[in-house]
């Protein structure tokens, strides 16, 4: 991967709510309900990261071999979601595609979405944006 430790430790912090250096399973789960608008139990999150996810940890689960294997399905499905040619995800491209998935989300709720994994505030998703969205 070409991702500088920068980068990383933008999403690392971003996950890290209480600032102490470390990725909880509490911190985990509600980035989980969050993404997913669903529950996940703190047993399953504790068997994901077994105990505190550290900085160095996270950056060797980002770029483990596993990880690469992943990556062509999210771009497919990044691309998906893109507008055509702008290669981000903007609001109005999300909400039309969830729409075709039956989801009726507003605009609105659709920043919201997107507001919660800008990591560099442009008011899009990027690729490595969408793929942190997608890992959480």
Avoid at 61 to 68: Q, V
Avoid at 73 to 90: Q, S, V
Avoid at 101 to 128: A, K, P, Q, R, Y
């Amino acid at each position: 991967m070409n991702k500088l430790p920068t980068d990383y430790k933008r999403v690392f912090d971003r996950f890290d709510e209480d600032h102490n250096g470390m990725i909880s399973p509490s911190e985990l789960q509600r980035c989980f309900r969050l993404v997913h608008n669903d529950e996940m139990l703190l047993e399953e999150v504790e068997d994901v990261i077994n105990g505190q996810l550290a900085f160095e940890d996270f950056i060797n689960l980002m770029e483990s071999p596993k990880e690469d294997e992943k990556v062509e399905d999210l771009k497919k499905a990044f691309r998906m979601y893109e507008m055509e040619g702008t290669d981000c995800i903007t609001p109005k491209s999300l909400k039309r595609m969830l729409s075709r998935l039956g989801e009726s989300t507003s605009f609105d709720e659709c920043v919201g979405m997107i507001h919660e994994f800008d990591i560099d505030g442009d008011g899009v998703l990027s690729f490595d944006e969408f793929k942190v969205m997608m890992i959480c």
